[in-house]
């Protein structure tokens, strides 16, 4: 079961802590990956909830939504957690997108502690929303060009930051898709 903890714009380390009972197994922190709240607001990250969970015996788990494998800031977008950071502020389990700030193909990705991501693997449902292969192997290639150094330009890419407007229907030449025109959005940077 789900617990709730603090209100919509403010939640401390404390409120955390006096939610924690006798049947509490883990403490969840969940990036606003897709909003941000502002003015009078304020939450803790998992560097201050990974301590408070390990000190009761829980582990520490952080949804950070967009899946950001690199500092996206290098590229001119707002600071993301990524999962390596999530996992040095002590982070037993992190969950993160495969698509979005990755560039990669639509799929979750479960990293973190073994004592805990292979119960996930092992449990009987899993199978019903495991990836198939062909997502497996494109996840392997995005995955593979961030090893070589080169796959922040695809997460790049694909959040693309500063244009004023985008548009669809523009001329191709010589792509072969359809009547001359384009299908992917354009986005022409200061336009």
């Known amino acids: 079961m789900l617990r709730e903890v603090g209100t919509?714009?403010?939640?401390?380390?404390n409120d955390y802590a006096e939610a924690i009972?006798?049947?509490t197994v883990a403490i969840m922190h969940v990036h606003t990956s897709n909003y941000k709240v502002v003015g009078f607001s304020d939450t803790p990250g998992i560097?201050?909830?990974a301590p408070l969970a390990h000190e009761h015996g829980l582990v520490a788990i952080d949804d950070i939504g967009s899946g950001a494998m690199v500092d996206v800031a290098q590229f001119g977008l707002p600071a993301e957690p990524t999962f390596a950071e999530s996992l040095a502020a002590g982070a037993d389990v992190v969950l993160g997108?495969?698509?979005?700030?990755?560039?990669?193909?639509q799929a979750g990705i479960i990293l973190g502690k073994s004592q805990?991501?292979?119960p996930i693997r092992q449990f009987p449902l899993a199978r019903a929303v495991r990836?198939?292969?062909?997502?497996l192997?494109?996840?392997?290639?995005?995955l593979d060009a961030y090893r070589r150094g080169g796959g922040h330009r695809r997460g790049a890419r694909a959040e693309t930051a500063g244009c004023d407007r985008k548009r669809t229907g523009g001329p191709c030449r010589g792509t072969g898709r359809g009547p001359g025109r384009c299908r992917e959005p354009v986005c022409r940077r200061g336009s």
């Open 131 to 135: 990836v198939g292969k062909l997502t």
């Open 21 to 23: 009972g006798p049947e």
């Open 8 to 13: 919509t714009n403010r939640t401390s380390v």
């Open 47 to 49: 560097d201050l909830l």
């Open 116 to 118: 805990y991501v292979e």
């Open 97 to 105: 997108s495969g698509d979005k700030l990755l560039g990669g193909p």
């Open 137 to 142: 192997a494109a996840l392997a290639a995005t």
